[in-house]
C-alpha cells in the first residue's frame, strides 16, 4: 500500500525566521515514519516536504513568483533551490539517523510546468526507488517553466499531481496544529476543528480559512485547500508534534487529525 506524507512547511520551519528547521519537529516525524515501516513490512511511503523559511524568503526576494526572464532572476532562480536544497539536507540526515531508507529526489530534476501547473513528471525514477524498498523524498522547490521559464512548484502541489498517477491509498499532512480550523486556534483556543470534511465542502471552506502570515507564495492554509481539493483519496491533517499520531494515520488507524474525503 503506498502513502504519502506530506512534511508543511510550518511545522519543519520557522517560518518568521530565514532559514530556520525546526530539528525537534522534524525528528519527531522522522522516528514517527521509521516506526510505521517497522510496523508494516508491506508499507510504501513517499515523503514530501514544503520550503518553509528557505525557499519563499528567496522567491520575494528575487522578484520571481510570477517567472524567470532576466538575468538577475534566472541567478535568484538558483537562489531558491539552492536554499530548498539546505531544508531537504536537514530532513534527509534525520530520516537517515532515525533508520529510514529515504533518498531524495529533487522535485526540480523531476517536474517541469506550464504556468505554474504540473506538464509533466519523471514519475519512473519514483516508481524505481519504490521498487527498491526506498522512501522517495520530493519538496517544494522552484521548477522550470515551459512559459514563464521556471515558477515556484509547492510541495501540497506534488502531492495533488502524484495521488492519482501512482494510485496512493491515503495521503498525511503533517502540520503545526492539530487539523484544519475555522479560525486560527494559536490566536483563538476556541476555534472550531473540523473532523471530518467533504470534499464538496472544501469549495466553500477555501473562503472561510485565511492564507499565511508568514512568507508563503504558496497562500498558506487557503492555497492547500485549494491544492486538496482534487485529490481523491482520503486526506488527514494533523500535528507533525504528535508522532504517535503521524504514526497511525500511516498506518491506516485513527488519530486525531483532520479527515478530508
Known amino acids: 500500500m503506498l502513502v504519502i506524507l506530506k512534511m508543511g512547511g510550518a511545522a519543519i520551519t520557522d517560518k518568521a525566521v530565514y532559514e530556520t528547521a525546526k530539528d525537534e ?45 532576466t538575468p538577475k532572476q534566472a541567478r535568484g532562480f538558483c537562489e531558491v533551490r539552492n536554499s530548498c536544497a539546505k531544508l531537504s539536507a536537514a530532513v534527509m540526515t534525520q530520516l537517515l539517523d532515525a533508520g529510514v531508507p529515504a533518498v531524495l529526489l529533487p522535485t526540480g530534476a523531476l517536474a517541469v510546468q506550464k504556468n505554474k501547473r504540473i506538464s509533466s513528471f519523471n514519475l519512473a525514477l519514483i516508481k524505481h526507488a519504490l521498487n527498491l524498498g526506498l522512501v522517495p523524498v520530493l519538496r517544494g522547490d522552484m521548477v522550470f517553466d515551459e512559459v514563464l521559464g521556471a515558477s515556484v512548484c509547492s510541495g501540497d502541489q506534488v502531492v495533488s499531481y502524484l495521488c492519482p498517477k501512482l494510485k496512493v491509498a491515503r495521503a498525511v499532512f503533517a502540520t503545526d496544529v492539530d487539523g484544519v480550523f475555522l479560525e486560527d486556534p494559536k490566536k483563538n483556543k476556541h476555534a472550531k476543528m473540523f473532523r471530518e470534511i467533504r470534499l464538496r465542502d472544501l469549495h466553500q471552506m477555501r473562503d472561510s480559512v485565511g492564507g499565511s502570515k508568514a512568507t508563503d507564495v504558496t497562500g498558506g492554509m487557503r492555497g492547500k485547500l485549494s491544492e486538496l481539493s482534487g485529490i481523491k483519496c482520503p486526506i488527514f491533517v494533523a500535528n507533525a508534534s504528535e508522532p504517535e499520531r503521524i504514526t497511525n494515520l500511516l498506518l491506516g488507524k485513527r488519530a486525531l487529525s483532520t479527515k478530508i474525503s
Open 25 to 69: 519537529v522534524i525528528w519527531k516525524l522522522a522516528s514517527a515514519v521509521s516506526q510505521a515501516l517497522q510496523k508494516d513490512k508491506g508499507l510504501q511511503l513517499i515523503i514530501v516536504h514544503g520550503a518553509g523559511s528557505f525557499g519563499h524568503p528567496h522567491v520575494i526576494k528575487h522578484g520571481v513568483e510570477s517567472g524567470v526572464r
